[in-house]
T-cell receptor, first 113, second 113 residues
Framework: AQSVTQLGSHVSVSEGALVLLRCNYS??????LFWYVQYPNQGLQLLLKYTSAATLVKGINGFEAEFKKSETSFHLTKPSAHMSDAAEYFC???????????FGAGTILRVKS | ETGVTQSPTHLIKTRGQQVTLRCSSQSGHNTVSWYQQALGQGPQFIFQ???????GRGNFPPRFSGLQFPNYSSELNVNALELDDSALYLC????????????FGSGTRLTVV
């Protein structure tokens, strides 16, 4: 069965600092991988997705993630944090488009001024 | 184009009652999935509908049921509500034939008292 582990339920960074949110997946075959962001009292917004086309994926709002098969990881990064990045971030895996998403428990990002 | 819309946004029900949540999928999307997000957790897959038929189900009891209509909108029904059913219920739609991924609605916050 697929599973997703997000290391760190809370991450705190200073404004302008590097953002690194960690995600590891377990799957017997390369899956499709996603990062979603959720602002308070809102639904999920897709940041980026990996679909086997390129290992380094660029998303919205300056975020990017790199698929590393050897490490079964798909960590999310942003070079410089902005106050508006404060939200909860979810990593998710799916074996094929149209199939269910399996989500991690989420990481709450706090950005300090 | 319109996104995924869910109604109502908030709902309070009494234990033992029944509830129906509604979802209008994004234009051109023929697949609808439902997820339950308990407080402080990642979303959990309930089930998915494709062309009006259930096409995958998560680990939820039969009192969770659904429908998809010819216009691809969907309903989630929950019978015999329990306190643990209190959660944010998210609807997601996708164009199954393409690689665009899932678009989520803002969710319905259900509170069972």
């Amino acid at each position: 069965a697929q599973s997703v582990t997000q290391l760190g339920s809370h991450v705190s960074v200073s404004e302008g600092a590097l953002v690194l949110l960690r995600c590891n997946y377990s799957s017997s075959v390369p899956p499709y991988l996603f990062w979603y962001v959720q602002y308070p009292n809102q639904g999920l917004q897709l940041l980026l997705k990996y679909t086997s086309a390129a290992t380094l994926v660029k998303g919205i709002n300056g975020f990017e993630a790199e698929f590393k098969k050897s490490e079964t990881s798909f960590h999310l990064t942003k070079p410089s944090a902005h106050m508006s990045d404060a939200a909860e971030y979810f990593c998710a895996v799916s074996m094929e488009y149209g199939n269910k998403l399996v989500f991690g428990a989420g990481t709450i990002l706090r950005v300090k001024s | 184009e319109t996104g995924v819309t869910q109604s109502p946004t908030h709902l309070i029900k009494t234990r033992g009652q029944q509830v129906t949540l509604r979802c209008s999928s994004q234009s051109g999307h023929n697949t609808v999935s439902w997820y339950q997000q308990a407080l402080g957790q990642g979303p959990q897959f309930i089930f998915q509908y494709y062309r009006e038929e259930e096409n995958g189900r998560g680990n939820f009891p039969p009192r969770f049921s659904g429908l998809q209509f010819p216009n691809y909108s969907s309903e989630l029904n929950v019978n015999a509500l329990e306190l643990d059913d209190s959660a944010l219920y998210l609807c997601a739609s996708s164009p199954r034939e393409t690689s665009y991924g899932y678009t989520f609605g803002s969710g319905t916050r259900l509170t069972v008292v």
